[in-house]
């Protein structure tokens, strides 16, 4: 592979040290693994200390080159995320917006959430990460489906494979057949990965141009998931694409940076 991208990862505290990162072992994480550059988020950020959190992820960023970051925008704090979101503008550095609903405790279609797109998000132009689950009623996939179909001038990407480790196997399948929304991606960070043929059938639904490598590291150790997309029964092309290539047609202001075609 040319490259390795990781769409999904994580700077900060979480309540487990092992865990937990700041820029130096994240990017070391990342160097284990063979992946070339990474987009993270702010850990604290995603239950609501967008302050806090996303300044202390650009700060544990600023001197890893091979990392970008989204900063954390959340409905219940709509000054500090314009804030955060509008600087996007003059720091290279934020490479699009990240939503966790079931860390930070909203729905994902509620009218808080839609403000936040319509005055916030949306206008930047910015590209959007959240949490996607099975297990997470303010956020299945179904659901992300509907809030992408609102706003289609804005990109999403769909974590953990619109499914996470738990539940329905089929539940992104089935919620794509019914509403393919031109403008959604998913992201491999889940264990769910793991599991033989999942990427594949989600895969062969979707199409090729969909699927983004990502790990959820520190979470997990990054390395196992580059060893798995090696392993994926699709082709070499197939798998450049989930490498790499794809997550440029999500965030194009990738290109050029270290690690990046
Ligand atoms: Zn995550």
Redesign the pocket.
Known sequence: MRALIDV?S?LGQYSNAGMSAGGARLAQLYRTAGITHGVAFSIEACYGGIDAGNRLALEEAATEEMISVMVVAHPSHIEPSKRWVAMAKSNPKIAGVKIHPVLGNYDVLSTATYRLFEEVIAPSGLPVLS?VGNESPNVPIDRYLTLARAFPTIRFIA?HLGVGLMGLADAAIDAWKKNPAENVWFDM?TLRAFFTGSVEALLRVVGPDRICFGT?AP?YHPAPFARVLEALEISDEEREKIAWKNVLQVIPALKGRPGVP
Request: glycine letters at 14%; hydrophobic letters at 30%; charged letters at 15%.
């Open positions: 999904h994580h949490h974590a960070g959820d979470l």
